[in-house]
């Protein structure tokens, strides 16, 4: 018997594709309100101090 989907579709393939999506992009382009509408990218940078920043 023929397997209906292509294995990149199977539900747990697709749930960690989606789970890392957001966590690599859409969290990190996201502003939060708890953070000054900044993305925590962009907040990570302004509360790092230049010592620990790299060179």
Do not use: C
Not at 1 to 12: L, S, T
């Amino acid at each position: 018997m023929p397997k209906p989907y292509p294995e990149e579709f199977r539900q747990d393939v697709v749930r960690v594709a989606i789970v890392t999506w957001i966590e690599r992009t859409y969290h990190r382009r996201r502003r939060q309100a708890s953070l000054g509408r900044l993305t925590s990218v962009e907040f990570e940078i302004v509360m790092t101090t230049p010592a620990l920043r790299p060179a």
